[in-house]
């Protein structure tokens, strides 16, 4: 066999691999797309809502839109057994697609318009949406909540199984090219 088409079946299994074990990756950055829209939509219809009401709320309402839309991706590989990678590629496109939309419309700052600049933003967040700042300068409470966030993700990481990570992680060994992979897990 010439070595070429060898090396080319290699990299199209390391390719098509890499691309189904980052599958989780892309449905988490599109729940998290979602989720901002989500959390953006709540902060400017409650303007008038006090700080430590619609910071909670506005997190939890992200949390949860995310939460929906990643499970659609999770459904349509349980139920009907649709491929995850097609399924996410798609819901990316109209995430995005509806971002732009609302980008746009009803939540496009209103100065913007008015400017006749047309830049997609959102109006700025009441006021009662800031953080408070921890020392003087931009830094912020919202640095401590994310770092928090990622203690508790890992230790709920450390603390289950989760088998579908580890046998995505063992096929994706299979096809890489580099001998070394095979110990990094």
């Not at 399924?87 to 509806?98: D, E, F, K, P």
């Amino acid at each position: 066999m010439h070595k070429g088409v060898a090396k080319g079946t290699r990299f199209r299994l390391f390719i098509g691999s890499l691309l189904w074990a980052l599958t989780p990756l892309f449905a988490t950055v599109l729940a998290l797309l979602v989720g901002a829209i989500a959390a953006t939509t709540v902060a400017l219809s409650l303007p008038q809502w006090p700080g430590w009401a619609i910071i909670p709320l506005c997190l939890t309402v992200g949390f949860l839109a995310g939460a929906i839309w990643g499970g659609i991706a999770g459904a349509l590989k349980a139920c009907p057994n649709v491929n995850e990678i097609l399924s996410t590629i798609m819901l990316n496109m109209i995430a995005v697609q509806g971002m732009n939309f609302l980008l746009r419309n009803p939540p496009m700052d209103p100065m913007q318009v008015e400017a006749g600049s047309f830049i997609s933003q959102t109006a700025r967040f009441p006021l009662t949406t800031d953080l408070p700042c921890l020392i003087p300068t931009r830094l912020h409470a919202g640095s401590a909540l994310a770092v928090l966030l990622a203690i508790l993700v890992c230790v709920f990481l450390w603390c289950t199984t989760i088998v579908i990570a580890s046998d995505r992680l063992e096929n994706l060994y299979d096809h890489i090219p580099i001998p070394l992979a095979r110990h990094c897990h």
